[in-house]
């Protein structure tokens, strides 16, 4: 089975071409960093109106690369919600085009589901996990029982994890987004120099917070003189990225174990960095868990895990008429 797969949630124009559900024969990714990098975050109807420019050439050259034709595909999976309303219109209407055009199947898929079973793109890992998904967007923590069998444990109160990264690394003036800068700078800081705090939420043992801890550099940073701070900004980005990995494995690691699940699945932008697959990695050890991260490309949004998605639904016999909508606030 042959699936196209198009993702415009957010600011990745980005299509896929998955066969039977296990060989990526195209993954094409065009990033709107550099347009929105001026604003220091996403603007909607930037993001939109550049998804119609690339949209058309993207999904060309992810067939021409995959060497197939639109006759040859068995089906279309495209992302629905959650996610930017103007960006999801242009991939779901460029899908139902398609799909009306060539007279085959479509499904509009869960970005978060996506993201959720974007490891099976390159691991074979077994159900059920506890699955960490930490993104720009989202914080959420799911015990994965099958597809379409979620369980949510907890999810952010506040800001997402990648929010967070993309927040203080405005304040530093680091650019966005901030997420690799500051994984990068933190290399060579010192982890141990500033204690800020890591939030816990003693009620609901899986839930996450990091509002605090973007209050908290900003406090640090004022109560600075700025030639200071700015000497120091490998160790600040260092501190406050201990603090967040901590804040992020802690829940998921004792999920597991609550839960009696022995592995552990990351997935997100934020999982692409580098101390947060070292750190869980030793935590995992010391508790006999295994631990899964797809490599960076499919971590950060992508066309391939909407394919994957769209070919287990397609597969079970799903099929989505034309009045599916886009959906900004879609849940699992
Ligand atoms: O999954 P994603 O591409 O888009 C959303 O659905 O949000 O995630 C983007 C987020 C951004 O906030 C970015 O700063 C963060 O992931 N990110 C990282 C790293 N690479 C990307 N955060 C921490 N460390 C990284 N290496
Ligand atoms: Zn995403």
Redesign the pocket.
């Known amino acids: 089975m042959l699936v196209l797969g198009i993702e415009t949630?957010?600011?990745?124009t980005a299509a896929a071409v998955l066969l039977d559900g296990r060989t990526i024969l195209a993954n094409v990714v065009s990033s709107q960093d550099q347009i929105h990098g001026a604003y220091g975050g996403v603007v909607p109807e930037l993001a939109s109106r550049q998804h119609l420019r690339n949209i058309l050439p993207i999904v060309d050259s992810a067939l021409g690369k995959a060497g197939v034709s639109v006759r040859d595909l068995s089906g279309i999976a495209v992302t629905r919600g959650p996610?930017l309303v103007g960006s999801l219109l242009v991939g779901l209407s460029v899908a139902k085009g398609m799909a009306f055009r060539w007279g085959m199947p479509y499904v509009g898929v869960n970005?978060l589901e996506a993201?959720l079973l974007a490891i099976h793109l390159e691991h074979e890992v077994s159900f059920p996990y506890v699955a960490l998904l930490?993104?720009?967007?989202?914080t959420l923590l799911y015990c994965v029982q099958d597809v379409g069998e979620y369980l949510y444990l907890g999810g952010t109160r506040d800001d997402?994890?990648?929010?967070a990264?993309?927040k203080v690394?405005k304040m530093m003036g680091l650019g966005?987004?901030?997420?690799?800068v500051?994984?990068?700078l933190a290399k060579t800081g010192n982890r141990e120099a500033i204690r800020f705090p890591r939030a816990r939420l003693k009620k609901s043992p899986y839930d996450f917070s990091f509002s605090g801890i973007k209050t908290s550099v900003l406090q640090y940073l004022k109560s600075q003189d700025q030639h200071a701070w700015k000497a120091r900004v490998p160790d600040i980005a260092a501190s406050f990225?201990e603090a967040?990995v901590d804040m992020l494995i802690n829940p998921t690691v004792n999920a597991a174990i609550a839960h009696n699940v022995n592995r552990i699945v990351l997935?997100?932008?934020?999982?692409?960095?580098?101390?947060?697959r070292e750190k869980i990695n030793e935590s995992a050890a010391t508790e006999n868990l295994q631990v899964y991260f797809p490599s960076?490309k499919f971590?950060?949004?992508?066309a391939a895990m909407i394919a994957l998605t769209g070919h287990h639904w397609i597969n079970r016999g799903r099929r989505d008429d034309f009045a599916v909508n886009a959906d900004a606030d879609l849940t699992l």
């Open positions: 949630s957010c600011d990745d996610g970005h993201h930490a993104s720009g967007g989202h997402a994890a990648g929010e990264y993309d690394a966005y987004p901030g997420g690799r500051i994984d990068h990225q967040v997935s997100g932008g934020v999982a692409a960095n580098s101390r947060l960076a971590c950060t949004d992508n």
